[in-house]
């Protein structure tokens, strides 16, 4: 049997990747609720789905299959086990009370499995249903009962695969707690992943996908900062290293800052051996080389990130894409996620064009840069590498 999925490293040949086309959930976004949300704009919704659009075509064109994480959900949500557990998470909040809770409850469970996805995505406003009751008197018509998701665009961080396991992640953020909830369903329930191993799941410590980076078989690094905990990465190692899909992790320590919320958006992988780095923490950056002798985690002292990642790799030097920007372009181009590359196969990779000079010098460097225009879809602060699931790459 062909495989359909499993990811070794950052950059062997993308076959199969799952993208969420912004949906209604990014029409809930308002100046009052955008911070919350995570959003640094109000986006104009039409013109982020073409871009998204375009985003995939180049995929396709590519040869890549695109699976998006709506169909899939729709299709997982065909089973009823999957239906009840799906209308038992999303009513699980505390600030619902039971007359709510019990009307959303028959509710949800009415609808089919479109009208349920599309719930779950993009939420439900107190002015939209009819409950009657106390609660649903004292909120405002504009309040959520379920909040929107329009952090779903980025499937990098929900989930990630480590070879041939997932591990559904455990999200930092409140109004990002809930998107695991429909990963877990769809690694559940759908039938294209009925064989895949389980390495994580969302009741453990925070780990967020944009953190880890597959630097090549067996090798992992996983930025810990905003997002996910020195207990993720723990927690992380010891899953891995109990199933076997790592011989070594990396830890590295970033800025605790929306700026560098993730490691991915300092640091992609370009090539086998090469990765792009925002210059301004190139130098600084630090890894904590974790290890195991089947029982213990062995901790390595600090050594600078190249250096730790190199040896780890069994390779001489893990080369540094060095784009000498000066600090201030390096900075605002860092902001628009010119370091969050997404690599279709060493050397070839996907790049906002916003982000011209750093494009540049990435292709003085030998690397072919497809670019992609995400003047709407930036607004959420995530480029290439985090708004895609690498499901299926070749091995490296
Ligand atoms: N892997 C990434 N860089 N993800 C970017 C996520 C952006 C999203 N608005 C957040 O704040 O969570």
Same mark, same amino acid.
């Given at each position: 049997?062909?495989?359909?999925?499993g990811?070794?490293s950052?950059?062997?040949?993308?076959?199969?990747?799952?993208?969420?086309?912004?949906?209604n959930?990014l029409?809930?976004?308002?100046?009052?609720?955008?911070?919350?949300?995570?959003?640094?704009?109000?986006?104009w919704?039409?013109?982020?789905?073409?871009?998204?659009?375009?985003f995939?075509?180049?995929?396709?064109?590519?040869?890549?299959?695109?699976?998006y994480?709506?169909?899939?959900?729709?299709?997982?949500?065909g089973?009823?086990?999957?239906?009840?557990?799906?209308?038992e998470?999303?009513?699980?909040?505390?600030?619902?009370?039971?007359?709510?809770?019990?009307?959303?409850?028959?509710s949800?469970?009415?609808?089919?499995?479109g009208?349920?996805?599309?719930?779950?995505?993009?939420?439900?406003?107190?002015?939209?249903v009819?409950?009657?009751?106390?609660?649903?008197?004292?909120?405002?018509?504009?309040?959520?009962?379920?909040?929107?998701?329009?952090?779903?665009?980025?499937?990098?961080?929900?989930?990630?695969?480590?070879?041939?396991?997932?591990?559904?992640?455990?999200?930092?953020?409140?109004?990002?707690?809930r998107?695991?909830?429909?990963?877990?369903?769809?690694?559940?329930?759908?039938?294209?992943?009925a064989g895949?191993?389980? /390495?994580?799941?969302h009741?453990?410590?925070?780990v967020? !996908?944009?953190?880890? *980076? $597959? =630097?090549? #078989?067996?090798v992992?690094a996983?930025?810990?900062?905003?997002?996910?905990?020195?207990a993720?990465?723990e927690?992380l190692?010891?899953?891995?290293?109990?199933?076997?899909?790592a011989?070594?992790v990396?830890?590295v320590?970033?800025?605790?800052?929306?700026?560098?919320?993730?490691?991915?958006?300092v640091?992609?992988?370009?090539?086998v051996?090469?990765?792009?780095?925002?210059?301004?923490?190139?130098?600084?950056?630090?890894?904590l080389?974790?290890?195991t002798?089947?029982?213990?985690?062995h901790?390595?002292?600090p050594?600078?990130?190249?250096?730790?990642?190199?040896?780890a790799?069994?390779?001489?030097?893990?080369?540094?894409?060095?784009?000498?920007?000066?600090? /201030?372009?390096?900075?605002?181009?860092?902001?628009?996620? !010119?370091?969050?590359t *997404? $690599? =279709?196969a #060493?050397?070839?990779?996907?790049?906002?064009?916003?982000?011209?000079?750093t494009?540049?010098?990435?292709?003085e460097?030998?690397?072919?840069?497809i670019r992609i225009?995400?003047?709407?879809l930036?607004?959420?602060?995530?480029?290439?590498?985090?708004?895609?699931?690498?499901?299926?790459?070749?091995?490296?």
């Amino acid at each position: 049997m062909t495989e359909r999925y499993g990811v070794d490293s950052e950059v062997g040949t993308l076959r199969t990747v799952m993208l969420h086309r912004p949906g209604n959930e990014l029409r809930r976004l308002t100046p009052r609720n955008n911070d919350k949300l995570l959003f640094d704009g109000i986006p104009w919704v039409g013109r982020a789905q073409d871009e998204h659009d375009a985003f995939a075509q180049v995929l396709r064109d590519r040869g890549v299959e695109v699976l998006y994480l709506h169909e899939l959900l729709i299709e997982a949500l065909g089973d009823p086990t999957a239906r009840a557990q799906a209308v038992e998470g999303a009513i699980a909040d505390l600030r619902l009370g039971d007359t709510l809770r019990d009307y959303l409850a028959a509710s949800l469970t009415s609808l089919d499995p479109g009208g349920l996805a599309e719930a779950l995505m993009a939420g439900v406003r107190n002015d939209e249903v009819r409950a009657g009751g106390l609660v649903t008197s004292l909120l405002a018509h504009e309040d959520f009962l379920i909040d929107p998701l329009p952090n779903l665009l980025f499937t990098r961080d929900s989930s990630v695969w480590i070879r041939n396991s997932v591990a559904v992640t455990s999200l930092a953020m409140p109004a990002r707690v809930r998107e695991t909830q429909l990963t877990e369903l769809i690694y559940g329930f759908h039938p294209r992943f009925a064989g895949a191993g389980k /390495v994580y799941d969302h009741s453990l410590e925070h780990v967020e !996908g944009g953190d880890v *980076l $597959a =630097l090549g #078989p067996g090798v992992l690094a996983v930025g810990v900062g905003e997002r996910t905990t020195p207990a993720g990465v723990e927690r992380l190692a010891r899953r891995v290293f109990a199933q076997d899909l790592a011989h070594t992790v990396l830890a590295v320590p970033i800025a605790q800052q929306r700026a560098t919320m993730h490691l991915d958006t300092v640091c992609t992988m370009v090539d086998v051996d090469a990765v792009l780095m925002y210059p301004n923490m190139a130098e600084e950056m630090r890894a904590l080389a974790v290890t195991t002798d089947g029982d213990q985690l062995h901790v390595a002292e600090p050594e600078p990130f190249l250096v730790a990642a190199a040896k780890a790799l069994g390779i001489d030097t893990l080369r540094r894409i060095d784009t000498g920007l000066d600090p /201030v372009t390096a900075e605002r181009e860092q902001w628009d996620d !010119g370091n969050n590359t *997404l $690599a =279709l196969a #060493p050397r070839v990779c996907i790049a906002y064009e916003r982000t011209v000079e750093t494009n540049q010098r990435l292709e003085e460097s030998g690397v072919d840069v497809i670019r992609i225009s995400g003047s709407e879809l930036g607004s959420g602060r995530g480029g290439p590498r985090c708004m895609s699931c690498p499901i299926l790459r070749d091995p490296a």
